[in-house]
Structure formats: structure tokens, C-alpha cells
């Protein structure tokens, strides 16, 4: 049975829950602080979410990969994780509009040629024969298996894993969307690494790199779906998503696209 049941059948005494899947490992979009509690852009999300929709969140913290079988067995009611909607993962879950927008980036070490590379042909063939760390189940490893079949990739449950590994030497290079690379940068690899300045647009390969970032949601709940999209909408259009992106990114990342 779905956890979720929807307000009107419910007292104020008690709310519904909406069970929310997130990986808890990848700042600023979703990470556990000291005291347990999810925190970051996409815990904003679910959050504003479970207000729109006058239900309780519960979000539960596992690795990202397991995200989607956990979510085909109706472990949670939606993914909220900084997923990349692509026609892959489409095949086994449904997603919300896209309710937020990322391209990828390159990190090597401060200093590197790769940092002026113009084109990702000049990344990749600069990368050769090298080590670059990506993470487990991501569209960026699935991106160079494709596209560069000839680096030595390495994959990472967290990128926190991945980061201290480029950190200590045995990575020449990561792969990841911007965000969490400039968190990194801005952070525990200041004045070490750099982005390389090429970025790698998601149009590059759509079908890949996805359409844009939304929220997972099993197949059978296509009333929590229509629900969930027309609660995105509101918190784009009312300006609650480019606060939040502001407020962890800098920048405003909203899909203001997906509701026109």
C-alpha cells in the first residue's frame, strides 16, 4: 500500500506523511547534519512540497543508487535527490516536471592545461589514459562510458568519498554536476583544484545527461504525480525555488520552462 493518503481524509491531528527518498551525501543539494537532520537545496524542496501539499515529511537517507529499486518497491513515496530525469530511468519510475536545472563540470588540480581546455574533445583526449572519478549510478559515468570509453573511470558511493580520493592523489580528475564541484571548491579543495572552464550542457546528450532535475515517483502513483507537478509549479512561480537555489547555489537554478 503507498504511505501517503491526501489531507481531506486526514484530521490536523494527523497529517498524512510523505515518505521522501534522498542520498544525504551530495552538498549543498542534500546533506545530514551533526544532529540527523536533512538539510540542503533538495531537503528545501520536499520540505515546501510536504507544506503545499498540508502533509508531514519524513525523508529517509540511503546511496544513491539504491534510490530507484528502493522507490519501485514502494520503500518511499518520492525520490527528491538531485536526480536527472532521463529516458532510462523513465523506463522503471515516473518524474515530476523538472523542477530545477544543472550542467556538468571537470575538476583537476589548480594549474592544469585541461583548466583552458575550450571543447570536451580537448577535455577528454587531455584526461586519456587517466583516472577520473565519478559517482555510482550518475548520468556523468554514464555520460564518459559513452563518450570516453578510453579513461580510467572510477566510481564512488558518495561524492565525498570521491573528492577526498581526487584530494589525496589517486584521482587526476572528477566528474559531477557544477554545484556540487563548486561546494568543493569553495571548500576542503580551495586553492587546490579548479573547474575546467569548458561545462558540459545537458544538451549535449539529453537522452544521457537528462532534461533537467525532478522528483522521482513510482509508476502506480499517478495522483501523487499530478499532485506533486502542480505543487512544483506554484513553488517555482511564486518565487520559493529561486530563493532556496539562491540561498545554497549562488545562482537560481528553477525550470521556470516546465510549467509554461
Not at 513515496?77 to 529516458?87: F, P, R
Not at 568543493?184 to 533537467?212: E, Q, T
Not at 520559493?240 to 547555489?249: A, I, V
Request: aromatic share 8%.
Amino acid at each position: 500500500m503507498p504511505h501517503w493518503a491526501w489531507p481531506g481524509l486526514a484530521t490536523a491531528a494527523s497529517a498524512a506523511t510523505l515518505k521522501i527518498g534522498t542520498e544525504g551525501g551530495y552538498p549543498p543539494w542534500s546533506m545530514v547534519d551533526a544532529q540527523g537532520k536533512v538539510q540542503g537545496f533538495d531537503a528545501d524542496v520536499g520540505n515546501a512540497l510536504c507544506q503545499k501539499l498540508d502533509m508531514k515529511c519524513r525523508f529517509v537517507v540511503q546511496a544513491f543508487d539504491s534510490l530507484i529499486p528502493a522507490l519501485e518497491a514502494e520503500r518511499f513515496d518520492l525520490v527528491i535527490s538531485g536526480m536527472s530525469v532521463t529516458a532510462e530511468r523513465a523506463k522503471v519510475i515516473s518524474f515530476s516536471i523538472p523542477y530545477a536545472t544543472e550542467d556538468s563540470s571537470f575538476v583537476v588540480p589548480q594549474g592544469s592545461p585541461l583548466i583552458k581546455a575550450d571543447s570536451q574533445e580537448a577535455l577528454i583526449k587531455g584526461l586519456t589514459g587517466k583516472s577520473v572519478g565519478v559517482q555510482s549510478g550518475t548520468t556523468q559515468g554514464a555520460f564518459l562510458q559513452k563518450y570516453a570509453p578510453e579513461l580510467k573511470l572510477k566510481t564512488y558511493e558518495t561524492q565525498d568519498q570521491m573528492q577526498m580520493d581526487l584530494s589525496a592523489g589517486r584521482l587526476d580528475a572528477t566528474f559531477s554536476e557544477v554545484t556540487p564541484q563548486s561546494e568543493f571548491l569553495d571548500n576542503s579543495g580551495k586553492g587546490k583544484f579548479a573547474m575546467a572552464d569548458y561545462v558540459v550542457k545537458s544538451s549535449a546528450d539529453p537522452d544521457i545527461l537528462g532534461l533537467g532535475i525532478g522528483a522521482g515517483i513510482n509508476q502506480k502513483n499517478t495522483e501523487l504525480k499530478a499532485k506533486v507537478d502542480k505543487a512544483l509549479c506554484e513553488l517555482i512561480q511564486d518565487g520559493t525555488l529561486k530563493t532556496s537555489s539562491q540561498k545554497w547555489f549562488g545562482v537560481d537554478l528553477s525550470n521556470y520552462q516546465a510549467c509554461k
